[in-house]
């Protein structure tokens, strides 16, 4: 294994030597490196990792040391020839000259076969999680993953990452021109169905190496997370000096915005990566004022999340509470009105909005996941995004307001019906697994989500009123839902300011209604609404605190993102995986 080894790496540097490598030059290079691969994942899949390992330790005579001396000149010395061997991993040589060739070579489509087997024995020689010690293990990471953080290749993690992201946003291949390398490359391999690499494949490989590699945050310093988290636009920053590289980030915006037929789970984690620790690409981000066309592909997901999976629907929740922490985005996006949205399928919506669609999206996934999924986090996910947003409502669509009360009703009216079961009124619990345990958990968390959604209203009052008199409308329309409040030991001191707002409009409104001697219209008590908040005294509300939530990665957030990375793996990329022998939980 040594042997071939050896005889990659130096193919590897001859081909790094030549201006052009002829075709003879890159197929035997291709097939070098296809063998070194299977071997590679063979040794991985079956045998323990130091093993596995050893197998690419080179020994190397350094020394032929002599055990005693010679007499005099012309007596022969009596020597014992002791054989000295210190062994050196060729791992590190071989993904340094791996990584050159990625970096230095672009790509075109006689190389991209030999680009993508430099990716995939990258990623074979990361597999190690998959069939040995889970990677959420706290022991030492396998000795492959320490050559590559900590070795000679290293050096090289910058330009690494900038060249795979490059590719994947880029995507420079030609179109394959004729029938004989059409054919080619849908040859299959391995005991694999899938082609040895189509058009875009590659660069999905090259994003999933790039997420494989920067997410083992337990390092105590991981080069190429560093250099993921750092790099900035292609114009000068004030931080420069902190910049690896640069990029042209508004390629990457572009990437980012694709519809999403044409984006995947990977695409969205990477955005998540750099929103979450690059501050230069969040501040671009930030900064754009079509932060729509981002958004917009991101929603849709959420909104289909039946045809999606679940981590992909939480990842987009995340970084929609990542980016409405941002008092700018917040109220930025509420001006941004769309002429339609025609994956909205339950009403055509027009001048709406791009803040009212992100309300509408929200509210549906709490709405499925209250009837299917009760998932606890997620509620708290979206109400915490709703609750950033919340002190910059403004320009609110009526259906959105609409939609905002029915939900909260709907979950009122649960919690009411919940609660006298409990206490013995209205009758007694017929549900099958109707412990009392059971449903007083189950009332907590709907007080949690009353209270949230008081809170919201509260700060929607207190701080962007004057610009809400659509959902003023809905909450006048629908006060009879807050009266038991009033007295309720819980949220009776959270709706004080709603009752304070609502009880002087009520006054106002009957006003009208004795003047005018009949019931006012509807754009008669808009008129009184949007009077009354440009007169009402902001000393009159109780002042809350500004609502903000902040999302907060976990200690060891590779025990999620790892398994995660290995799932995508072993559904997107042209490696095949012996399912039988994986002990990790993908």
Known sequence: MSTLLSIVTSLVKHALSLTTPQAEELETLYNSLLIL??????????????????????????????????????????????HVARYETSVDELCFYLYEFL??????????????????????????????????????????????????????????????????????L???????????SYVPFSGSDKPLYSDTQFFKECLLLVLLLTNHSSLSDNPYKRALCSFGHKEPSSNANETCFVMDLDLL??????????????????????????????????????????????????????????????????????????????????????????WY???????????????????????????KMRDKYLHTNCLATLANMSSKFHSFHP?????VLNLFTTIVKKYTKMRNSLLGVGGEITAPDSTVEYWESELETLEDIIRMFLEIFNSSICYSGKNNPVLLYELLHKRDIFIPFQTHPTFSELIINIESILGYLTTKLEEKTEEQ??????????????????????????????????????????????????????????????????????
């Open 399 to 403: 259906y959105v307001a609409e939609k």
């Open 345 to 371: 399928k339950e009403r055509v919506l027009t001048n709406i909005s791009t803040g009212g669609i992100l309300i509408l999206v929200i509210l549906k996934t709490m709405q499925t996941n209250m009837t």
């Open 517 to 586: 001697g009949v019931s006012v219209s509807v754009n008669c008590v808009m008129e009184v609404i949007e009077e009354v908040v440009r007169q009402w005294p902001a000393d009159r509300l109780q002042k809350t605190a500004l609502l903000k939530f902040e999302y907060v990665e976990e200690t060891r957030p590779e025990d999620f993102f790892l398994p995660y990375i290995w799932t995508l793996l072993f559904s997107n990329s042209n490696l095949y995986w012996d399912t039988s022998r994986i002990t990790l939980k993908v």
């Open 37 to 82: 691969r299977t071997l590679t994942k063979h040794l991985v899949q079956n045998e323990p990792l130091s093993t596995s390992y050893n197998h690419f330790l080179t020994p190397d005579i350094v020394a032929m040391q002599p055990q005693g001396e010679a007499t005099d000149v012309d007596s022969s010395p009596t020597i014992a020839l002791k």
């Open 103 to 172: 970096i230095n070579y672009p790509v075109r489509l006689d190389t991209i076969q030999v680009h993508s087997e430099c990716v995939k024995i990258l990623t074979t020689l990361l597999s190690s999680p998959l069939y040995h010690t889970p990677c959420s293990s706290s022991s030492s990471p396998s000795t492959y993953l320490t050559d590559m953080m900590t070795g000679r290749c290293s050096s090289s993690a910058p330009q690494l990452i900038q060249t795979l992201i490059t590719n994947s946003v880029h995507q420079p």
């Open 253 to 342: 915006y572009s990437y980012f915005c694709r519809d999403p037929e044409h984006t995947n789970e990977q695409d969205t984690l990477l955005l998540y990566t750099l929103i979450q620790g690059n501050v230069n690409v969040k501040a671009f981000l930030l900064s754009r004022t079509d932060v729509e066309r981002m958004l917009m592909p991101m929603l849709h997901v959420v909104y289909e999340a039946e045809q999606h999976s679940t981590h992909h629907m939480y990842m987009v929740l995340i970084i929609l509470l990542i980016l409405t922490h941002d008092d700018h985005f917040s109220s930025y996006i509420h001006d941004q009105v769309l002429g339609s949205v025609s």
């Open 174 to 184: 030609p179109q394959v021109t004729t029938v004989a390398s059409y054919l080619w």
